[in-house]
């Protein structure tokens, strides 16, 4: 893409006739608009090494023209930043954003900053390395499009915000203002007020925090990125973070930008909150201490290491959060609400020291976390990450194993695989995507306090009933309740899909009155049309006899050559056989003959799964 004619073209349609864009007169203490959309279900994508964007795109949210199918992710959260954006130009990943909406990956989140070295401020507020931020932040942001666009190019974050906003726009809802600007180097964001240091009485010292800056640059910031995106975009929403502490929320809205003590006065008159409309907040429920509480009779902590204390720690930082913001008026009387999301969260699959770490926690904290979150108005999860960053073996943190694939570094192209964590995300997203929580028809289920979930309706009028037993038990997923739905709903039986319904499509009937749960979340519906098709089924597979005896016959019908896997599953989606795994076959046609012989009389769901997430389920009878 020719980087001078598209930033050309930008600028003409700016000025058409000999206009500039009228700078805004409003804040966000005057208006926060409403969000059109539906949740989303995001992810940080991360790099790897022999992946582009593009590819990585394509098994997040799936890709019928290359036959991949992705795990049901529609938003992303990449970064685009200054430095990146100037040394490559700013048209470098537009081709990116618009592969990405192809793929129905919308409404995303970019984080922003981060400048190049030579639009850096050199001052040293701290001895050990200049400021993270940039220079010329308090120039004027707009002059008089001397220079062919309406800001002050001098004011180099300006410049880059308008420059990237003006190409980036179509693709983007939220434009987040750096990522973790809170990070703590000592740890006073975490104490309480009265202590020494603290962020709810004191500011952070430039020196003991991520930006090596005073609060007041940042606040500059959330003001230069409000004014120059509601010009150009005035439907995208600004968003502090993704931050993890109360107290960081709290300066920002006591203080204004005024770089001398952040006080008010004609050039600054507003503090931090009116520069923003969204809170992006972090949660890891297994480092936050939501997972342990001191006990004075065991002089020791006690552990709490399950996803329901998972979920309750996420959300209990965002209630922190916003009783902060009713604390300064961002209550929908006084100012207007912010919105919500929430940018990163997961906790491991694999225990490391003291922390929380199976297979089964994760996958049932990522559902919960997408229900809650949705019961709790936030309009958009973004999971961390698509990809462990090493195979177990080399993982050195549990934040390495995180991925809703397996490690992808090195890995050819579209034959990844999934985790169990991946595989809830799938099922999630096509049982309750484009549908809304109905917190009414929720309330009328009269959930008791060992049962969570919701209602959620599609715009047809059709619910899906997400529920589980709460689990309570620490380093247990165990738990069991009985649910029964009122007689006013006037239902019978319901269809059942368990967490890997996505995986391989098993679903079964529950009795209205007689719901059995676990820990584990189950998605109930009215009747089996609540699941969209799939667009990718190039894999056809027959099977004979069926029923079977002794010998079953299971001819596939490849449209290339594929690794692929072969497996049993009985209708409660437990492993029966694992036939073979890994085994490349090649394109065309195959006979295989499988030995039935161990196999006990029941309705089973043969599973064969190939390159690129290409699956086809044939239920089959043994005898």
């Known amino acids: ?36 959309g539906h949740f989303r279900y995001g992810v940080n994508m991360g790099a790897y090494y022999g992946w582009r964007d593009e590819n990585l795109a394509d098994i997040a949210a799936g890709n019928p023209a290359e036959n991949v199918e992705g795990i049901g992710i529609n938003a992303l959260r990449p970064l685009l930043s200054e430095w990146f954006l100037e040394y490559w130009g700013y048209d470098i990943r537009v081709d990116a954003f618009q592969h990405y909406d192809k793929l129905g990956i919308q409404d995303n989140v970019v984080f922003i900053g981060y400048p190049s070295e030579t639009h850096r401020d050199t001052t040293h507020f701290c001895p050990d390395g200049p400021s993270q931020l940039f220079a010329n932040m308090y120039l004027p942001i707009w002059d008089n499009g001397e220079n062919g666009t309406p800001v002050n190019d001098s ?17 983007v809802k939220y434009w987040e203002v750096w990522n973790e600007p809170d990070f703590d180097f000592v740890g006073n964001s975490s104490k309480q007020p009265g202590e020494d240091g603290n962020w709810w009485e004191h500011d952070p010292q430039p020196c003991q925090f991520a930006l ?53 006065d004609s050039l600054y008159p507003l503090k931090g909150g009116a520069y923003f409309d969204v809170v992006s907040y972090h949660s890891y429920p297994h480092i936050d201490n939501s997972l342990r509480a001191w006990d004075d009779q065991i002089f020791g902590f006690k552990y709490f290491r399950h996803s329901d204390r998972c979920v309750d720690g996420m959300i209990a930082r965002q209630s922190q959060m916003r009783g902060v913001l009713e604390k300064y008026g961002y209550d929908g009387e006084t100012f207007p609400q912010k919105h919500w999301i929430l940018t990163e969260t997961n906790i491991p699959r694999v225990r490391f020291d003291e922390f929380i770490g199976t297979e089964e926690a994760q996958r049932n904290y990522l559902i919960k976390a997408f229900v809650t979150s949705q019961i709790n108005g936030i309009d958009q999860v973004d999971i961390y990450q698509l990809g462990d960053i090493k195979t177990y073996d080399g993982s050195k943190s549990e934040f390495f194993t995180m991925g809703l694939y397996y490690a992808l570094d090195s890995v050819p192209q579209y034959e990844q695989r999934v985790t169990q964590a991946g595989i809830a995300t799938r099922t999630t997203a096509m049982m ?98 609540e699941i969209p098709s799939e667009e990718i089924r190039r894999v056809n597979i027959f099977c004979s006899p069926n029923p079977f005896g002794n010998q079953l016959f299971v001819k596939l019908d490849l449209p290339e050559s594929m690794v692929s896997s072969l497996a049993l599953f009985d209708m409660q989606g437990k492993l029966v056989a694992n036939f073979f795994s890994g085994l490349k076959l090649a ?37």
Do not use: C
């Open 587 to 623: 394109q065309g046609s195959h006979t295989l003959e499988l030995d039935g012989r161990e196999i006990p009389s029941g309705l089973y769901a043969l599973r064969f799964e190939s390159t690129g997430g290409r699956r086809v389920v044939e239920k089959i009878i043994k005898n």
């Open 212 to 264: 090596h800056a005073p609060i007041e640059h940042y606040i500059r910031l959330l003001r230069i990125t409000y004014e120059v995106i509601k010009t150009v975009a005035p439907d995208d929403f600004v968003a502090i973070g993704g931050i993890g502490y109360p107290s960081f929320l709290d300066v920002v809205l006591r203080k204004t930008d005024n770089p001398v003590d952040g006080s008010a």
């Open 1 to 36: 893409m020719n980087k001078g004619i598209s930033l050309l073209l930008i600028t003409l349609s700016i000025f058409q006739a000999g206009h500039l864009p009228a700078q805004i007169s409003y804040t966000a203490n005057d208006t926060v608009i409403a969000y059109p």
């Open 155 to 171: 004011n180099f974050y300006a410049a880059y915000v308008y420059k990237m906003a003006s190409l980036y726009h179509p693709y």
């Open 432 to 529: 309750l995507k484009n549908k809304r929580f109905d917190a009414d028809k929720t309330a009328a289920m009269q959930l008791p306090g060992s049962i969570r979930g919701g209602a959620f309706r599609d715009d047809a009028g059709k619910y899906t009933y997400v529920l589980w037993a709460v689990t309570q038990t620490d380093n247990s997923e165990d738990a069991s309740a009985v649910y029964a739905f009122p007689a006013s709903f006037n239902i019978n039986s319901l269809y059942s899909r368990a967490w890997n319904f996505g995986q391989i499509g098993i679903t079964t009937v529950s009795e209205a009155n007689q719901v059995e749960l676990t820990g584990s979340p189950i998605f109930l519906t009215n009747s089996r049309d």
